[in-house]
């Protein structure tokens, strides 16, 4: 294994670095007065179109889709990259338009779209003109089982008819969001597996309402779009609105939570980093009881044992990143779940002790820590809980002895 930055890598990280210096954490404080300002919270700042016309002429776009309809990096070559924006989690991936749940969304169309459905929605996605959403957690089965879904997709002649209430839907409350791919039931009589199916359903079709925008710890989470309730009521789509084959949705799922989860951990990391350089800096800044808290020994602990998590993660994401590579998504499953089980709750960890070094002010709205800690306890549930993926990796080194 060899996780050294190649030159293509270098580059991009150089041109990333100076990009959120120069652009990316001065809008910040500007996102921050903007949406506070905006009378629609669901739609995003004009800051952030500011912040992707800057990308663009910088060529930092869609790099997490490789390929030719992405910048064509591996997992191993974006994995510094996702890194540096998740330092601003907010703004970063929307404005380099690699930011859930667009960046599913586009994986998903990009290997089981036809033809037609990837001219139709793939592109504009690509070129950032439109929002897309994934309508797969429903309130009333545990969600965290694909399996027990719900929402019915049924054919009736030339048409698919979906029936089936969601939530959670992330990217749905923006006013940009144009299509949602949809997974509901087919065959309930199917093998388990093969009951599922996925379709592409357009925001204007009749019977399909967003109901309510849901908070999580909180917050709207409008930045990316917000995560809303959706009713689908006897909602019509023609039959080549499937994507791939019925009974082919849950084998879809997989394939694109996988680079979602890891993405997510690439992110994450850069959220650790950015919380021990606050920390540092307010421990050395701030003095309690006559001397500054980087006096105190359980600040240094923190800080020492947040250094070693962090280097200790970074590896983990690599090898991961690198096993998708050479092996593919099936080969790296072992690496994919360890990473999403211990990367949330240990940055979650970093950032409780940083918050607590800032005391009050790391609750408020003047540092990013409390969004961030918001943020990263969610990720101990999207993707699959975190008890799930332990069972499955228990059951998984269990097989090896029976």
């Not at 990259?81 to 667009?102: K, Q, Y």
């Amino acid at each position: 294994m060899e996780f050294g930055y190649d030159a293509r890598t270098e580059q991009l990280r150089g041109e990333l670095l100076a990009f959120m210096d120069e652009f990316v954490y001065p809008a910040e404080p500007v996102f921050a007065e903007q949406r506070a300002a905006a009378q629609d919270p669901w739609s995003p700042p004009p800051v952030v179109e500011e912040l992707k016309e800057q990308a663009r002429k910088r060529g930092l776009w869609n790099l997490f889709l490789p390929g030719e309809n992405g910048a064509g990096l591996t997992n191993l070559q974006y994995a510094p990259l996702a890194e540096i924006t998740g330092r601003s989690p907010h703004l970063a991936p929307p404005a380099l338009n690699c930011a859930a749940p667009d960046t599913g969304n586009m994986e998903v169309l990009n290997e089981f779209g036809s033809e037609a459905q990837r001219e139709r929605w793939l592109r504009p996605l690509l070129e950032g003109e439109i929002r897309s959403a994934f309508a797969m957690t429903e309130p009333d089965v545990a969600s965290s089982d694909a399996t027990n879904i719900e929402t019915r997709i049924q054919r009736v002649g030339d048409e698919y008819v979906i029936n089936g209430r969601k939530w959670y839907i992330s990217g749905a409350m923006n006013p940009n969001c144009q299509i949602f791919i949809v997974m509901g039931k087919t065959d309930p009589e199917a093998e388990r597996h093969r009951q599922q199916s996925m379709v592409l359903v357009p925001r204007d079709t009749p019977g399909l309402e967003v109901r309510r925008g849901m908070r999580v710890f909180g917050y709207d989470d409008g930045d990316h779009g917000g995560h809303a309730e959706v009713l689908f009521d006897d909602v019509r789509v023609p039959v080549d609105h499937l994507i791939g084959e019925e009974g082919g949705g849950f084998a879809i799922a997989q394939a694109r939570l996988g680079p979602g989860r890891i993405h997510h951990c690439m992110r994450l990391i850069g959220m650790a980093e950015r919380a021990v350089e606050l920390m540092c800096r307010r421990a050395v800044a701030r003095t309690a009881f006559g001397r500054p808290l980087a006096a105190q020994g359980v600040v240094r602990e923190w800080i020492a044992e947040a250094r070693v998590e962090i280097e200790q993660l970074r590896l983990l994401v690599l090898k991961t990143a690198w096993l998708m590579d050479t092996v593919g998504n099936r080969g790296a499953h072992t690496e994919i779940q360890a990473i999403k089980i211990a990367t949330p709750a240990a940055v979650q960890r970093i950032l409780d002790r940083a918050i607590q070094v800032h005391g009050a002010a790391g609750v408020s709205q003047d540092t990013p820590l409390a969004e961030l800690w918001a943020g990263v306890r969610t990720l101990r549930l999207a993707d699959g809980p975190d008890e799930v993926h332990k069972r499955s990796l228990a059951r998984r080194e269990l097989r090896k002895y029976s």
